[in-house]
């Protein structure tokens, strides 16, 4: 039998499991699996830019509590009192009670809430597709690279995701159970809103979702009675059985991890929203290898991360099923069963996931939303897209089955799905890099787009300089001390320093420098003033995936000592003229 016949025949059985596998059983063997994974690999990760300053603050919420609200440093503290640390405060108050270190406790949450989130996905998944198309949506949400990489140690971007993807699910339950929807939807949407809130004050763009949806219910309903008075009526009932009674809760929820916000509940979230939208980043950020001001980056830039940063297949399948979606539903509205109220209102759950999925991005875009890091900041609209994804695929395979060539294709799908693990695999710890096939996946973006901007391959480095002095210098390692400059914040690197390096801000002191991809290329000043100007040295060790760089370690010790001999010999030339002009 040729390779060829094998694969199709791979293929065929492969399908053919799945067909008879219990959809719900498979999604839960698939969370365990990843849950699994996640929990043996997470001491993988390394600390994050932001990580220390996250810490800090979620200790500061929680002393503002512990004395009484008397502790206002929490108020004030960098721009951080512009965020609710929902996640911050609860990962402080763990750590104090936690075996682990203060950062592998806040890996273990991180973990954690991302699971949560990928069962979040999942549930939206089932509410308006059924067991099928949620366990393909779980899926693409688990091996999707930037949610997959994110879950292990950013506490901001994806505590927010988990909290607007069940968010979404509550409200998409409540459209789903109009006119009277359940009030346990109602106090469950105002709780999920209200922890995405208490993480970012943008979660509350998830209460126009619902508003949207209860909206077009409303006037379809007012429009298939003819009356205006069913509209009104609709309209109020909805106020008092949903929009109040959510607002009740998402409002203590949020408050109750934001101190600065406690202190004028209707004002000051009011001003963080605006600020964000405009938030001040000091620094150039790289897109498509061009260095901007972060305000004044092309409207493309969001776009763009998220065409590249989106599995190949999963970017197909989302706008594939769209474009189903239009279709069907224009059909639906010409030769559907039952009334126009009916047909129209069945439509309103996957509405709302494409509009989840679709209307931040056109509104960053609109109102020229500062940006940086890639797509990171709108991580949230990766679980409806893998939602949309998992429809289409579901309608895919449903499409392929008559066909006589089915079994290629499915075998082909087979492979690219290994093929992907594979690559997921190639890039740990640093999945959140990745790039597809579009622009030549990781490696072919890199001087284009930035890579580690997070610093998270740091740990990495400093393992590979420990190795190589441990290595040089035998038993003598530990009794020499050892300066290193860390290009950007020190924290990812610092905390997995042996104790006898020491950090230094003093570039002609440093013995060795340590520096991201997003700086070391560029020759662009990094977050440290002149940090790139110790980069003159040997290097000996880099951290890469896919070929492409992570990190780098520089080693400056014949510099430093150059530097000194020059700086002696003027010195000494200085002493000798003084001398020649005062002795005869």
């Not at 919420?61 to 609710?84: C, H, I, K, P, Q």
């Not at 400059?485 to 997995?496: F, H, L, Q």
């Not at 020491?502 to 060795?512: G, K, L, P, R």
Request: one cysteine or more.
């Amino acid at each position: 039998m040729s390779d060829g016949i094998r694969v199709v025949a791979w293929g065929r059985e492969l399908f053919r499991s799945l067909r008879v596998l219990d959809p719900d059983r498979a999604a839960m063997l698939l969370l365990a699996a990843v849950a699994a994974i996640w929990t043996f690999t997470v001491a993988d990760y390394g600390v994050t830019w932001d990580e220390d300053v996250h810490a800090y603050y979620g200790n500061l919420v929680v002393e503002y509590y512990a004395s009484g609200f008397t502790d206002l440093r929490a108020l004030s503290w960098w721009n951080l009192y512009l965020y609710g640390a929902a996640f911050d405060a609860f990962a402080d108050v763990l750590a104090r009670v936690s075996p682990l270190g203060l950062y592998e406790t806040r890996h273990a949450l991180n973990i954690t809430v991302g699971l949560i989130g990928l069962i979040g996905t999942w549930k939206l998944a089932r509410a308006v597709g059924g067991p099928k198309v949620a366990f393909w949506a779980l899926l693409f949400i688990a091996v999707a690279p930037t949610y997959y990489g994110h879950s292990f140690n950013n506490p901001k971007d994806v505590p927010f995701a988990a909290g607007m993807i069940w968010a979404t699910y509550y409200a998409v339950r409540i459209v789903q159970g109009m006119p009277k929807p359940a009030w346990q939807d109602v106090l469950l949407f105002g709780l999920a809103t209200g922890l995405a809130t208490g993480v970012r004050v943008g979660g509350f763009i998830v209460f126009g979702y619902l508003a949207l949806g209860v909206g077009l219910w409303v006037l379809f309903h007012a429009i298939a009675e003819r009356s205006i008075r069913t509209f009104l009526l609709g309209a109020v009932d909805s106020i008092w059985r949903i929009a109040l009674p959510a607002l009740v809760v998402i409002y203590p929820v949020m408050l109750a991890g934001w101190p600065w916000a406690q202190q004028d509940p209707l004002l000051y979230p009011y001003l963080a929203l605006t600020e964000f939208s405009h938030h001040t980043y000091p620094w150039k950020t790289l897109f498509a290898g061009g260095y901007y001001d972060a305000d004044q980056l092309p409207w493309i830039y969001l776009p763009t991360h998220l065409l590249l940063k989106v599995p190949e297949l999963v970017g197909a399948l989302f706008f594939g099923a769209l474009a189903l979606a239009l279709f069907v539903f224009g059909r639906s509205m010409t030769t559907g069963q039952g009334g126009r109220f009916e047909r129209m209102a069945r439509f309103l759950p996957a509405l709302l996931i494409g509009f989840a999925a679709i209307f931040p991005v056109v509104y960053a875009i609109a109102v020229r939303v500062t940006l940086f890091d890639g797509m990171r900041h709108f991580l949230f609209v990766m679980p409806p897209i893998c939602v949309v994804a998992g429809y289409g695929f579901q309608r895919l395979i449903e499409w392929l089955q008559p066909k006589p060539w089915r079994a290629a294709v499915f075998a082909s799908l087979a492979l690219y799905g290994a093929w992907h693990v594979t690559m997921l695999a190639r890039l740990h710890p640093n999945e959140y890099v990745y790039y597809n096939a579009l622009i030549g996946g990781t490696d072919g973006a890199e001087g284009l787009f930035k890579l580690d901007y997070w610093g998270n391959s740091y740990a990495e480095a400093v393992r590979g300089l420990t190795d190589k002095l441990r290595n040089d210098y035998g038993d003598e390692f530990e009794a020499r001390t050892f300066k290193v400059r860390i290009c950007g914040p020190k924290a990812p690197a610092s905390y997995y320093f042996p104790p006898n390096f020491e950090v230094t801000s003093d570039n002609d002191q440093a013995d060795f420098v340590i520096s991201m991809s997003a700086y070391a290329p560029s020759g662009i000043k990094t977050p440290e003033s002149e940090c790139d100007t110790a980069l003159a040295g040997r290097e000996i060790y880099r951290v890469e995936r896919l070929e492409a760089l992570m990190s780098l370690v520089i080693d400056r010790r014949d510099v430093k000592l150059a530097n000194a001999r020059a700086k002696a010999q003027l010195q000494a030339d200085a002493r000798r003229r003084i001398r020649a002009s005062i002795l005869p």
